[in-house]
């Protein structure tokens, strides 16, 4: 009682003085419009912490492990890259902005449809480098079989011109299937036709996660959207 008559003496006080109080909310997560202003000065910025130049450190990191795994390969040895497709080697960031960083699964296979997707040039490097340091290419992605024809025709007109195989998820998969399930299985698939697997690069963790992994992992930046 005392300690509740002691706090409206000083609320009194404030208000005599004509001083104002606002009392904020503890734990309150950052207000979401702040968030994608942000991503949006991050992916458009050239400063050493934005999108661009935090890509090609990582891309440069992955062409230095390509490279000194192909020099060090034994005579016969069948190399192989893993690349993820969506926000590592096509960006889909037009589809992104339009839809204010929302997943509308519309827009998302229209911009599959229409073969939207631009081609990150650092990517492209790297498949550049594969192709010339004889290391097969692995496309693994998380869009369904059906939209095969259209994936590859994108690849293909953005550059990406022969890789070994294009893996997508079946009509039938298991519905509760993880990303790291899916992804690490088809990596099974690549080990067991006799590849080691020296490089494997996505923007979500789960594109990396999960046996067998590559002898090199190299995660790309997406702040935008989430996988797990």
């Given at each position: 009682m005392?300690?509740?008559?002691?706090?409206?003496a000083?609320?009194?006080?404030w208000?005599?003085?004509?001083q104002q109080a606002?009392v904020?909310?503890?734990?309150e997560?950052?207000?979401?419009?702040?968030?994608?202003?942000?991503l949006?000065?991050y992916?458009?910025?050239?400063q050493?912490?934005?999108y661009?130049?935090?890509?090609?450190?990582?891309?440069?990191?992955a062409?230095?492990f390509?490279k000194?795994s192909?020099?060090?390969?034994?005579?016969?040895?069948k190399?192989?890259?893993?690349?993820?497709?969506?926000?590592t080697?096509?960006?889909n960031w037009?589809?992104?902005?339009?839809d204010?960083?929302g997943?509308?699964?519309?827009?998302?296979?229209?911009?599959?449809?229409q073969?939207?997707?631009?081609?990150l040039p650092g990517?492209?490097?790297?498949?550049?480098?594969?192709?010339?340091?004889?290391?097969?290419?692995?496309?693994?992605?998380g869009?369904?079989?059906?939209?095969?024809?259209?994936?590859?025709a994108?690849?293909?007109?953005?550059?990406?011109d022969?890789?070994?195989h294009?893996?997508?998820?079946?009509a039938d998969?298991?519905k509760?299937?993880?990303?790291?399930?899916?992804?690490?299985g088809?990596r099974?698939?690549?080990?067991k036709?006799?590849y080691?697997?020296?490089l494997?690069?996505?923007?979500?963790?789960s594109?990396?996660?999960g046996d067998p992994?590559?002898?090199?992992s190299?995660?790309?930046?997406?702040?935008?959207?989430f996988?797990?």
């Open positions: 005392m300690r509740r008559l002691v706090l409206m000083l609320l009194c006080c208000t005599a003085q004509g606002v904020t909310v503890v734990g997560p950052e207000n979401l419009q702040l968030v994608k202003d942000r949006t000065t992916q458009a910025c050239l050493e912490n934005c661009g130049p935090q890509m090609d450190r990582q891309i440069k990191l062409t230095d390509l000194q192909a020099a060090t390969a034994k005579y016969g040895e190399l192989a890259l893993v690349l993820d497709i969506d926000e080697s096509l960006s037009a589809v992104e902005q339009k204010d960083y997943y509308i699964p519309a827009d998302s296979n229209a911009c599959v449809a073969h939207c997707g631009k081609a990517t492209l490097s790297l498949f550049k480098e594969a192709e010339k340091d004889g290391v097969k290419v692995f496309f693994i992605t869009r369904p079989e059906t939209q095969r024809a259209d994936t590859e994108n690849l293909k007109a953005e550059g990406y022969a890789w070994e294009l893996s997508l998820r079946a998969h298991p509760d299937q993880s990303v790291i399930e899916y992804k690490s088809e099974v698939l690549i080990v036709q006799g080691r697997i020296v494997n690069v996505g923007d979500q963790m594109d990396l996660l992994m590559a002898e090199h190299v995660k790309l930046p997406n702040p935008f959207y996988l797990p």
